[in-house]
């Protein structure tokens, strides 16, 4: 299919493929196709070139990331072509000397000489290990390049991210609340999208929910309560019984219980806000079998939890039981253990069995360490509404793949550089993960494409890239195979998991990774090692390709 028919931002299509609509071929840098043509023009058509896309260092301080995007990347690959207008932009960008033929050329280009190579979406990944490799035509391999990168490189920082509030929030619910501090639209459904595979359990982004089939939540802002000054404001005060009957006023109900907490909870009539009133009691008649509650905008302890649980005493009278509340400013610990202390008292002194575990919802530029620290701290949060920090990756910006050619017609190709590890680990290769008898992952090994696969029970050298004598012998309990061909003639050879089966794919996989490898301060690294093999391959290449330098 021509890119012709998904045009920039066009929804529909987004919903229909899964795939974002300004994912295309001319997403990408102007570079690709200035290459496309001096490669052409240097008749390296038929070239045939391996490349490696893999990150050099985990994100955020931790030993660990998650692998993310890969979905796109192989539906970007399976409409990969340039429509007639994508080719008359790139005449208008390109100077006017190029040949005519080449756009021809470029008209036809398609990725199905393109075979993929990789690693299962949702697997916890490490530096060195290539998360895609792609073969097939150097031109086409390397057009792709940028569009590869940044699919992978925004969804894998996200879904690290998000699996690192997740083990810091253990059990506890977690939404994703960012879309307004997001970057931008894109940024803010891909934060979305990423968030949940990460682990989160649902998003306040309503298109994210439509198009990515993932739970919408959300509670109401500190302008709702704010629009209600009085009483008098309500037009609507009454709500039938859940089971039938009679309609009750619930302003009447929750104004009598209210006269009764001000005593229980020892609060002035005057310090409890009447319009905080009024706005609990109309959104609870709008949502009697959700009301959820934002108790801090006036006072949380004075005003907010009393409004709160009046109203939920009055629609409890009605039949319906309220929810929770959301705290969004102050002491997030302490407010929430004076909110289950009153909810608890409530309990007692209503007999009402549910009262004692509403819900209680933190948020307010929360982040990890917050939640760690609120852990330490003890608190009575049931979940968290996060947002800012989490959509930015605020700690992390950006996670650094890159995209570098190993083989070219079979040949081993290398980057050298000053920085060791910068070097590229040249010529094609597998990668295996070798497991112990816990069930937890020992050690990652890359090979040379040639070598047979380690085996259980048989001891394997594993030899760090670059020193030599850092080097240890592993026996497996059980070997693991990290690539599986995914692309292939033109067309997705595996079958795609959907979006609950790569989170669950994300939870399953960082269960096989020791707790010290996890954990935020200090983690301990994750060895990534190479087949003695592969090291005196890429060592003897190292000297074959460094120039020798003269001093005199
Ligand atoms: N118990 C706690 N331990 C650690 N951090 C907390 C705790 N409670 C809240 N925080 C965090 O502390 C920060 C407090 O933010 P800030 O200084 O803006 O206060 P605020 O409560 O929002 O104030 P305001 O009422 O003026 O809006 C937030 O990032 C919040 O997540
Ligand atoms: O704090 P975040 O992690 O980004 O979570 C989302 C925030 O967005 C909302 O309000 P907003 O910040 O727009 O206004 P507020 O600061 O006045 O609550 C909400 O109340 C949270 O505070
Ligand atoms: O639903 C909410 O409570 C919400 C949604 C977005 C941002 N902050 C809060
Ligand atoms: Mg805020």
Redesign the pocket.
Known sequence: MSSETIQPCNLTCVKKMGQNGIVQPLLTDLYQITMAYAYWKAGKTSANAVFDLFFRKNPFHGEFTIFAGLEECLKFLEKFSYSESDIEYIKQILPSHIEQEFYEYLSSLTAKDLKVYAVEEGTVVFPRVPLLRVEGPLIVAQLVETTLLTLVNFASLMATNAARYRMAAGNLKLFEFGLRRAQGPDGGLSASKYSYIGGFDGTSNVLAGKLFNIPVKGTHAHSYVTSFSDFSELITKELHPKDGGPSKDILELAIGFRKRLISIFNVLLSEVSDGELAAFVSFAIAFPENFMALV?TYDVKKSGLINFCATALALNEVGYRAVGIRL????????SNIARSYFKKVEEEYKISYFSSLIIM??????E??IL??NE?G?CIDAFGIGTHLVTCQKQPALGCVYKMVELDERPRIKLSQDVEKVTIPGKKDAYRLYGETGYALIDILQRNLEDSPAEGKKVLCRHPFQESKRAFVKPSSVKKLHQLSFNQGKICKPLKNLQEVRKTVEQSLKILRPDIKRTLNPTPYKVSVSDDLYQFLHTLWLENAPIGELS
Do not use: C, P
């Open positions: 801090d969004d400013s102050g002491d997030l610990a302490y407010l933190a948020s307010n530029d929360i982040n360490e917050t620290s609120l701290q608190h």
